[in-house]
Protein backbone atom coordinates (compact mmCIF):
# COMPACT_ATOMS: atom_id res chain seq x y z
CA UNK A 1 0.00 0.00 0.00
CA UNK A 2 1.57 3.54 -0.94
CA UNK A 3 2.90 5.52 1.89
CA UNK A 4 0.36 8.54 1.14
CA UNK A 5 -2.85 5.74 1.63
CA UNK A 6 -1.06 4.63 4.96
CA UNK A 7 -0.89 7.80 6.38
CA UNK A 8 -4.74 8.87 5.56
CA UNK A 9 -5.74 5.75 7.03
CA UNK A 10 -4.07 6.69 9.97
CA UNK A 11 -5.88 9.91 9.99
CA UNK A 12 -8.79 8.30 9.99
CA UNK A 13 -8.44 6.19 12.11
CA UNK A 14 -6.86 8.81 14.65
CA UNK A 15 -10.11 10.82 13.56
CA UNK A 16 -12.53 8.03 14.22
CA UNK A 17 -10.95 7.72 17.96
CA UNK A 18 -11.14 11.54 18.78
CA UNK A 19 -14.92 10.90 17.60
CA UNK A 20 -15.07 8.13 19.69
CA UNK A 21 -13.57 9.86 22.97
CA UNK A 22 -16.16 13.00 22.07
CA UNK A 23 -19.26 10.91 22.00
CA UNK A 24 -18.07 9.35 25.27
CA UNK A 25 -17.46 11.76 27.27
CA UNK A 26 -20.70 14.16 25.86
CA UNK A 27 -22.56 11.19 26.94
CA UNK A 28 -20.83 10.90 30.68
CA UNK A 29 -21.64 14.62 31.00
CA UNK A 30 -25.33 14.33 29.78
CA UNK A 31 -26.15 11.26 32.16
CA UNK A 32 -27.99 11.46 35.57
CA UNK A 33 -25.34 11.94 37.74
CA UNK A 34 -27.45 10.24 40.43
CA UNK A 35 -27.41 7.03 38.92
CA UNK A 36 -24.13 5.43 38.49
CA UNK A 37 -24.91 2.76 36.36
CA UNK A 38 -26.31 5.41 33.87
CA UNK A 39 -22.66 7.32 34.19
CA UNK A 40 -21.12 4.12 33.42
CA UNK A 41 -23.36 3.18 30.67
CA UNK A 42 -24.45 -0.11 32.47
CA UNK A 43 -27.70 -2.09 33.36
CA UNK A 44 -28.57 -2.48 36.82
CA UNK A 45 -26.81 -5.47 39.05
CA UNK A 46 -23.89 -5.91 37.09
CA UNK A 47 -21.27 -8.13 38.97
CA UNK A 48 -18.47 -5.55 40.77
CA UNK A 49 -15.72 -6.68 38.43
CA UNK A 50 -17.66 -6.24 35.37
CA UNK A 51 -17.89 -2.57 36.61
CA UNK A 52 -13.95 -2.18 37.41
CA UNK A 53 -13.25 -3.20 33.92
CA UNK A 54 -15.57 -1.04 32.10
CA UNK A 55 -14.51 1.20 34.40
CA UNK A 56 -10.75 0.99 33.45
CA UNK A 57 -11.96 0.99 29.61
CA UNK A 58 -13.80 4.33 29.47
CA UNK A 59 -11.56 6.37 31.58
CA UNK A 60 -8.34 5.25 29.57
CA UNK A 61 -10.67 6.44 26.63
CA UNK A 62 -11.24 10.02 27.54
CA UNK A 63 -8.68 10.38 30.11
CA UNK A 64 -7.53 14.21 29.38
CA UNK A 65 -3.89 13.49 29.45
CA UNK A 66 -5.27 11.91 26.28
CA UNK A 67 -7.37 14.14 24.94
CA UNK A 68 -7.87 17.87 23.63
CA UNK A 69 -11.42 18.00 24.83
CA UNK A 70 -11.98 20.92 27.15
CA UNK A 71 -14.64 18.94 29.04
CA UNK A 72 -12.48 15.42 29.85
CA UNK A 73 -11.48 16.52 32.79
CA UNK A 74 -15.22 17.23 34.02
CA UNK A 75 -16.06 13.37 32.84
CA UNK A 76 -13.45 11.72 33.97
CA UNK A 77 -14.05 13.23 37.45
CA UNK A 78 -17.88 12.29 37.08
CA UNK A 79 -16.78 8.94 35.79
CA UNK A 80 -14.27 8.32 38.33
CA UNK A 81 -17.01 9.54 40.80
CA UNK A 82 -19.59 7.22 39.90
CA UNK A 83 -17.44 3.81 39.59
CA UNK A 84 -16.00 4.89 43.57
CA UNK A 85 -20.07 4.69 44.77
CA UNK A 86 -20.61 1.98 42.68
CA UNK A 87 -17.50 -0.11 44.52
CA UNK A 88 -19.01 0.98 48.07
CA UNK A 89 -21.74 -1.84 48.67
CA UNK A 90 -24.02 0.11 50.96
CA UNK A 91 -24.21 2.97 47.99
CA UNK A 92 -24.89 0.16 45.30
CA UNK A 93 -27.32 -1.51 47.61
CA UNK A 94 -28.94 1.45 48.08
CA UNK A 95 -28.98 2.18 44.79
CA UNK A 96 -30.14 -0.56 43.14
CA UNK A 97 -33.27 -1.07 46.16
CA UNK A 98 -34.16 2.53 44.46
CA UNK A 99 -33.95 1.01 41.00
CA UNK A 100 -36.23 -1.30 41.94
CA UNK A 101 -38.67 0.50 43.66
CA UNK A 102 -38.94 2.41 40.66
CA UNK A 103 -39.80 -0.72 38.75
CA UNK A 104 -42.69 -1.38 41.25
CA UNK A 105 -43.71 2.08 41.44
CA UNK A 106 -44.24 2.30 38.03
CA UNK A 107 -45.94 -1.32 37.77
CA UNK A 108 -48.50 -0.14 40.61
CA UNK A 109 -49.17 2.93 38.55
CA UNK A 110 -49.99 0.75 35.33
CA UNK A 111 -51.80 -2.05 37.29
CA UNK A 112 -49.22 -4.49 35.68
CA UNK A 113 -48.18 -7.70 37.56
CA UNK A 114 -44.70 -9.04 37.04
CA UNK A 115 -46.13 -11.72 33.57
CA UNK A 116 -47.05 -9.02 31.56
CA UNK A 117 -45.32 -8.55 28.30
CA UNK A 118 -45.34 -4.87 28.24
CA UNK A 119 -42.50 -5.04 30.27
CA UNK A 120 -39.99 -6.24 27.77
CA UNK A 121 -40.78 -3.09 25.79
CA UNK A 122 -38.68 -0.37 24.82
CA UNK A 123 -41.61 2.21 25.87
CA UNK A 124 -41.72 0.78 29.19
CA UNK A 125 -37.85 0.87 29.76
CA UNK A 126 -37.97 4.47 28.78
CA UNK A 127 -40.42 5.30 31.94
CA UNK A 128 -38.60 2.78 34.13
CA UNK A 129 -35.66 5.20 33.82
CA UNK A 130 -37.97 8.38 33.94
CA UNK A 131 -39.26 7.11 37.60
CA UNK A 132 -35.63 5.60 38.49
CA UNK A 133 -34.65 9.92 38.38
CA UNK A 134 -38.01 10.74 39.91
CA UNK A 135 -37.27 7.95 43.04
CA UNK A 136 -33.65 9.15 42.87
CA UNK A 137 -34.13 12.88 43.14
CA UNK A 138 -36.85 12.62 46.07
CA UNK A 139 -34.24 10.36 48.11
CA UNK A 140 -31.66 13.02 47.31
CA UNK A 141 -33.78 15.91 48.43
CA UNK A 142 -34.59 13.78 51.62
CA UNK A 143 -31.08 13.26 52.24
CA UNK A 144 -30.10 17.06 52.29
CA UNK A 145 -33.05 17.73 54.26
CA UNK A 146 -31.97 15.51 57.20
CA UNK A 147 -28.71 16.68 56.41
CA UNK A 148 -29.39 19.97 57.14
CA UNK A 149 -31.44 19.34 60.02
CA UNK A 150 -28.50 17.37 61.78
CA UNK A 151 -26.28 20.36 60.94
CA UNK A 152 -29.22 22.60 62.63
CA UNK A 153 -28.83 20.68 65.40
CA UNK A 154 -25.62 20.22 66.06
CA UNK A 155 -25.34 23.95 65.58
CA UNK A 156 -27.34 24.25 68.57
CA UNK A 157 -25.51 21.73 70.27
CA UNK A 158 -22.29 23.33 69.70
CA UNK A 159 -23.55 27.02 70.55
CA UNK A 160 -25.09 25.49 73.49
CA UNK A 161 -21.74 23.72 74.94
CA UNK A 162 -19.62 26.68 73.77
CA UNK A 163 -21.81 28.74 75.94
CA UNK A 164 -21.47 25.84 79.04
CA UNK A 165 -17.36 26.59 78.10
CA UNK A 166 -17.84 30.23 78.43
CA UNK A 167 -19.20 30.30 81.62
CA UNK A 168 -17.21 27.97 83.13
CA UNK A 169 -14.39 29.92 81.89
CA UNK A 170 -15.41 33.25 83.25
CA UNK A 171 -16.47 31.21 86.87
CA UNK A 172 -13.14 29.81 86.64
CA UNK A 173 -11.46 33.69 85.88
CA UNK A 174 -13.58 35.16 88.58
CA UNK A 175 -12.29 32.45 91.10
CA UNK A 176 -8.79 32.97 90.34
CA UNK A 177 -8.91 36.56 90.41
CA UNK A 178 -10.84 36.23 94.08
CA UNK A 179 -8.07 33.72 94.95
CA UNK A 180 -5.16 36.11 93.27
CA UNK A 181 -6.59 39.39 95.56
CA UNK A 182 -6.60 37.65 98.41
CA UNK A 183 -3.94 38.88 100.19
CA UNK A 184 -3.97 42.29 99.41
CA UNK A 185 -7.60 42.25 101.17
CA UNK A 186 -6.21 40.91 104.49
CA UNK A 187 -3.82 43.19 104.27
CA UNK A 188 -6.11 45.80 103.99
CA UNK A 189 -8.16 44.23 106.80
CA UNK A 190 -4.69 44.03 108.41
CA UNK A 191 -4.23 48.12 108.45
CA UNK A 192 -7.49 48.45 108.94
CA UNK A 193 -7.26 46.96 112.26
CA UNK A 194 -4.18 48.48 113.37
CA UNK A 195 -5.47 51.91 112.52
CA UNK A 196 -8.31 51.35 114.68
CA UNK A 197 -6.32 50.34 117.31
CA UNK A 198 -4.11 53.18 117.35
CA UNK A 199 -7.19 55.33 117.15
CA UNK A 200 -8.62 53.62 120.67
CA UNK A 201 -7.83 55.78 124.01
CA UNK A 202 -5.57 53.21 126.56
CA UNK A 203 -7.06 52.49 129.77
CA UNK A 204 -6.71 55.58 132.51
CA UNK A 205 -5.71 57.73 129.72
CA UNK A 206 -7.96 61.29 129.60
CA UNK A 207 -9.81 61.58 126.46
CA UNK A 208 -9.37 64.21 124.45
CA UNK A 209 -11.54 67.66 126.02
CA UNK A 210 -12.48 65.29 129.04
CA UNK A 211 -11.85 67.14 132.51
CA UNK A 212 -9.00 64.91 133.97
CA UNK A 213 -11.32 61.99 134.73
CA UNK A 214 -13.88 61.35 137.51
CA UNK A 215 -15.82 64.23 137.70
CA UNK A 216 -14.85 65.90 141.26
CA UNK A 217 -17.72 64.97 144.37
CA UNK A 218 -19.18 67.99 145.57
CA UNK A 219 -18.38 68.62 148.92
CA UNK A 220 -21.65 68.33 151.53
CA UNK A 221 -21.72 71.34 153.24
CA UNK A 222 -22.87 69.98 157.23
CA UNK A 223 -26.08 70.82 158.42
CA UNK A 224 -26.86 71.75 161.84
Known amino acids: MPTDDNDELEGLEREAKEFDKDAEI??????FKLDAYAVLGLQPGMPESDIKKVYRSKSLLIHPDKTKNPRAPDAFDR???????LSDEKHRT????AIADARMLLMREKKWDKDNEELKSEEFAREWRDKTREVLIDAELRRRKQLKAQMQEEGRAQKKEDEELAERKRKRDHDQAWEASREKRIDSWRDFNKKGKQNTPAKGTPAAGGDGGAKKKKKLKTLG
Not at 79 to 85: N, P, Q, V
Open 79 to 85: LKKASTE
Open 26 to 31: DRILNA
Open 94 to 97: QLDE
